[in-house]
């Protein structure tokens, strides 16, 4: 038996190509918003990946340090070295900032590590370029999307910093490139006022009648100071011994230090599920919204071809073909048209993807399923070019 | 076989809507036509051509009278037959006035897709397809799209779909009116040499005045009721 489906496309191929290339830019645009997802949820997971830790120690109470503000001191990780299953901890803080770089402004996130011995947990894992930091102030190690290169300098606040490493795929949540700088550099730049705002806060002091207090020499002196220091950082990341159960760990750590501690399962949940839920949906309802609006244009493509070709079903009904012929002839069609607008739109996400700002993550396992989704919204769709196919009179093959 | 009608219809009748908006398009309509025979059914506009038509082609339901084909009771008080598509497939061919080729298909598959839907394999479908094509005269357009053919050329192909099955009733709609002079009478030769060689009852609607006179006999139909007349039979 003849493909009808297969003939009717091939004598309009031009205009079925067409109609094809203009779906699959539409479902192109459907998977790349599947990949901005997939991308926000593997931006939060190499987070946590390439900090290198098990457990994150933060403020009591709070989600931090990602997605909520937390604030230590930076001595907290001798107590909790000393806890049973802990095998190295490392001080960390964190800030996203907006860099004026080559004229134009570029949002990064800096993160302050210790630098005094290699592989503390918090530092990047692995360079594609230069060295690790090996001085205590004013180098960096930059993600390569922050654009910055090798021997580069860059003003961060009030220092430059030398850019001696460079690594790949290291962002914060939101994708902003990182720039690892030490620790004492990220506590300055994130704690620690200007020089104008220290003046300021001094003369307010002095002015304090309780720093002045008559038989207590040196108050004052021991106020203004203690402002000018920056003791603080983010959280303590954690690295376990071998065979540590982390929720006992973090479990100590809260009981006996008055802290809150996350597992890296609790640290998913937060980046997630929580950081990223609002913008999961945003993208949900974008993706339900794409989904109806390209089976509505599948079923629209599909009535249309079916109505231009009225007379000719008729004709094939009333020589003797079988519903199912002319069910399938328009089913072919429509899978057919779902398959060619599903490779044209895969292709495009993959040609426009990495133009995106974010990083977006074209999976091949979505692409499993979007194909059988397309391939089920088309077959959908084509239920109603085939109930118009099946009323079509025999009879207006005749005329009269 | 000479012997037993191809067509037979005795009294049927058609009623369109109910009530007092019921129109009789068929009033009883009497009809014998014998294999080999080709037959003219003419009248105007409205007069019930196409609905005659339709009632024989098994495309709409008869309200009233028998028809038969070849002996076979088809309609009596309801369809006889359960599946009407396959006796339109088996046994019924159509010209229509346009030959309603289906564009996306080549000639030789536009007359080999008969015998396909009848359960044919491709190879004896199409080789069927080309003798028939040759019988026609458009042998050397085998292969060509419907779209590169002239009308005349295009009403032969359809005449050819409609021999494709071995169909002993041919129902031919006005198959004349789109061609010239020359082509009307040609297709009407081609249609006489066809029931005389394969013994196929054709009944020909027709306004056209060209080729009346060349039906031996002619069927007049007005106002839903048919007489029969000699016709001149004039020699093509």
Known sequence: ?400 | MKDIPAIQLTGLKKRYGTGDAAVDALKGVDMTIWPGEVVGLVGPSGSGKSTLLKCLGAVIEPTGGRMALAGDVIYEDGWKIPDLRALRRDRIGFVFQAPYLIPFLNVTDNVALLPMLAGQDNASARKRALELLTALDVQHRAGAQVSQLSGGEQQRVAIARSLSNHAPIILADEPTAPLDSERALTVVRILNDLAREYQTAIIVVTHDEKIIPTFKRIYHIRDGKTHEEAGEGRPI
């Open chain 1, 1 to 400: 038996m003849i493909n009808l489906a297969s003939r009717d496309v091939l004598h309009g191929w031009g205009k079925f190509l067409f109609t094809g290339v203009g779906l699959g830019l539409l479902i192109g645009a459907t998977l790349t918003m599947g990949g901005v997802f997939r991308g926000m949820v593997d931006d939060g997971q190499v987070l946590i990946d390439n900090s290198g830790a098990d457990l994150w120690v933060v403020q009591q109470g709070t989600l931090g340090p990602y997605a909520e503000p937390s604030s230590l001191r930076d001595d907290v990780w001798r107590s909790i070295a000393g806890i049973k299953g802990v095998a190295e901890t490392g001080n960390a803080a964190y800030l996203t900032i907006q860099m004026a770089h080559k004229g134009k402004d570029t949002r990064v996130m800096i993160v302050g590590i210790e630098v005094d011995r290699p592989n503390r947990p918090g530092a990047p894992p692995y360079l594609t370029a230069g060295r690790p930091i090996l001085q205590g102030h004013y180098e960096a190690i930059a993600d390569e999307r922050a654009g910055l290169k090798l021997g580069e300098r860059v003003k961060i606040r009030r220092h430059d910093h030398t850019v001696v490493g460079l690594t790949r795929r290291m962002v914060s949540s939101s994708g902003d490139p990182m720039i690892f700088v030490p620790l004492k550099d990220a506590q300055e730049i994130q704690f620690l006022k200007d020089n104008d705002a220290l003046v300021n806060e001094r003369a307010r002091t002095a002015a304090n009648p309780a720093f002045n207090r008559p038989g207590v020499p040196g108050l004052l002196e021991a106020a203004q100071a203690s402002a000018t220091q920056a003791r603080s950082v983010n959280t303590v990341l954690v690295r376990l011994a071998p065979g540590a159960d982390p929720t006992a760990v973090a479990g100590e750590i809260q009981r006996w230090k008055r802290l809150t501690a996350y597992t890296k399962a609790q640290m998913e949940d937060i980046l997630i599920a929580k950081l990223i839920a609002t913008s999961a949906k945003q993208i949900g309802m974008f993706l339900v919204i794409l989904a109806i609006v390209t089976a509505a244009i599948v079923a629209f493509i599909i009535y249309t071809m079916t109505l231009a070709k009225v007379r000719e079903i008729a004709v094939l009904k009333l020589i003797g073909a079988k519903n199912r012929i002319i069910a399938g002839m328009i089913l072919q069609q429509a899978l057919a048209l779902g398959i060619i607008g599903f490779l044209v739109g895969r292709i495009a996400a993959g040609l426009w993807g990495p133009a995106f700002p974010k990083y977006v993550l074209l999976l091949p396992q979505d692409a499993v399923a979007g194909f059988a989704i397309v391939l089920t919204i088309c077959a959908l769709a084509s239920s109603v070019a085939i109930r118009a196919a099946l009323a079509i009179d025999p009879a207006e093959a005749i005329g009269g």
